[in-house]
Nanobody, 123 residues
Framework: QLQASGGGLVQPGGSLRLSCAAS????????IGWFRQAPGKEREAVSC????????YYADSVKGRFTMSRDVATNTVYLEMNSLKPEDTAVYYC??????????????????WGQGTQVTVSS
């Protein structure tokens, strides 16, 4: 089960931190990713973290601005979003892939999805 939180309204250039609390994980190898979907647009991959070594992956559109991290003790992952732009406005979803290897940017690779959290970047 995945529980996303932390969305809100922020001005351009501002920051937000999203959280995704995962429960019931029994696998040693899994990936947790963040996706977003803006109105009228397809869902797009934002970032992903691998359980094995904590490797992180980012979409080009957020590289250098977003940072994904994890708290292994609480099975919580975070998405620190800085220098936010209006085009970052979307519903953000966290998802988990219970596999040893995935194409992280493909939504179909993920087995479980949390509810979305709205991020709005506007002045």
């Amino acid at each position: 089960q995945l529980q996303a939180s932390g969305g809100g309204l922020v001005q351009p250039g501002g920051s937000l931190r999203l959280s995704c609390a995962a429960s019931g994980i029994t696998s040693d190898y899994y990936y947790i990713g963040w996706f977003r979907q803006a109105p009228g647009k397809e869902r797009e991959a934002v970032s992903c973290i691998a359980s094995s070594r904590g490797n992180t992956y980012y979409a080009d559109s957020v590289k250098g601005r977003f940072t994904m991290s994890r708290d292994v003790a609480t099975n919580t992952v975070y998405l620190e979003m800085n220098s936010l732009k209006p085009e970052d406005t979307a519903v953000y979803y966290c998802a988990m892939a219970d596999k040893q290897k995935i194409l992280w940017g493909i939504a179909l690779e993920y087995d479980y999805w949390g509810q979305g959290t709205q991020v709005t970047v506007s002045s």
